[in-house]
Each structure stands twice: as C-alpha cells, then as structure tokens.
C-alpha cells in the first residue's frame, strides 16, 4: 500500500490550464478506472472534484477534468481561477477492498 | 442536508486507546459504506478503513490492522473508531466520509475531522 506518487507542486497563471499526475501500479491506478480527485483547501475538509476516472459529480465546475493512461491517471484544471489554489489528491481503489492515496499537489496560481 | 459530525479527539499517551465517533445525519445511514481517513500535522491524506453499510465487512490499511477497528450502529446513525495501541505516528486529523451514493469507490461527504494527538 504505498502512496500514488504525484508532483509536489504545480502553478499556473489565471486562465491557464494545468495538469496534475498521479502514478500507480498495475495494482491499483493500472488495474481499476476507480480513481477520484479530492480538493483540499487549508483547515477545510476534502472535496471531491472526479470520481471513477472522470466522472463529475453535481455542482463541480466543468473546468475540471479527468483520464488515464496505463499507470497513472490525470487532473486538468482549465481556466485556472484563485478559487483554485488548494491542494488536490488522487485516490484509487487498491482492491481487497482497500484504498491508497496521492502524495499530494499544491496547486497555486500565480 | 448531508451531516457528519465527528467527536472523541484528544491527547492520549503512547500505547493508550482512544474511541472516535461520527454522527451522522441528512441520509439513510445504514444504506452507505462508510470510511475512516486521517492527516498527519502537515502530511497528506491516508485511507484509514472502511465498513460495509451493514456492518458485516470491514477493511484496513496495513498500518493500522490490529490496532484500529472500525464499527457502526446503524440504530444510532454513528461510525466509530475503536483505536488501540496507539503510537506517535498515529498523530492525525481524523475524518469520517460517507461512499458516494452512485459508486462505492468515492468518498462524497466528510465530516470537519477530530484531531487525535498521540504523546507523552
């Protein structure tokens, strides 16, 4: 169960759009179309953005969006606005019923 | 409106127990998989656990098998944390979040988190 490796920090100018990856394994990202994106804003609960891969749930901006390709799957933020800055985590299903995380993207806008 | 309101945290020693709860509220509990996450100070998220919407099945990341149990009263809308043994590491900010309703596999609501800090 080790963490989904994602880049430590990735910036953007406003309006700019930006991509986060998160690489597995065959194990997990590889393996299932199960990875979801969380948005973490300082001292505020996660939000999720993306789910099995690139689903959006209700009220989620359009300007996010979501694929994979082999071991790693990506978040692509369009438009990039400062309501965006916070940090975004991967999140796949492991199976044998467990889940990893990302390492964790600070995402800031310049 | 979905509610989940997690209770319990505190400073407890090295080796001691400590049982977090989660009320929940706004949905029908004892239809969803819920799940345990937690934050060390400055670190990322780590999947803590998870337990089936009937309680009868439960799942752990390896480094807390053993030592934290997951549970639920579904008479009581509550998730709970039974957490054992505990070591420094295990310092965090822990959340309760519900398995989204349309797949299991993502977490949709989350509770504000309950700080565990575990020292001496």
């Known amino acids: 169960q080790s963490a989904l490796t994602q880049p430590a920090s990735v910036s953007g100018s406003p309006g700019q759009s930006i991509t986060i990856s998160c690489t597995g394994t065959s194990s997990d990202v590889g393996n299932y179309n199960l990875v979801s994106w969380y948005q973490q804003h300082p001292g505020k609960a996660p939000k999720v953005m993306i789910y099995e891969g690139s689903k959006r749930p209700s009220g989620v901006s359009d300007r996010f969006s979501g694929s994979k390709s082999g071991n790693t799957a990506s978040l692509t933020i369009s438009g990039l606005q400062a309501e965006d800055e916070a940090d975004y985590y991967c999140c796949s299903y492991a199976g044998s019923s467990t889940f990893v995380f990302g390492t964790g993207t600070k995402v800031t806008v310049l | 409106e979905v509610q989940l309101v997690e209770s319990g945290g505190t400073l407890v020693q090295p080796g001691g127990s400590l049982r977090l709860s989660c009320a929940a509220s706004g949905f029908t509990f004892s239809s969803y998989w819920m799940h345990w996450v937690r934050q060390g100070p400055g670190k990322g998220l780590e999947w803590v656990s998870r337990?089936?919407?009937?309680?009868?099945?439960?799942a752990y990341a390896d480094s807390v098998k053993g030592r934290l149990t997951i549970s639920r009263d579904n008479a009581k809308n509550t998730l709970y944390l039974q957490m054992n043994s505990l070591r420094g590491e295990d310092t965090a900010v822990y959340y309760c979040?519900?398995?989204?309703?349309?797949?299991?596999?993502?977490?949709?609501?989350w509770g504000q988190g309950a700080l565990v800090t575990v020292s001496s």
């Open positions: 337990i089936k919407s009937d309680g009868s099945y439960t």
């Open positions: 979040a519900r398995a989204g309703s349309s797949s299991w596999y993502h977490l949709d609501y």
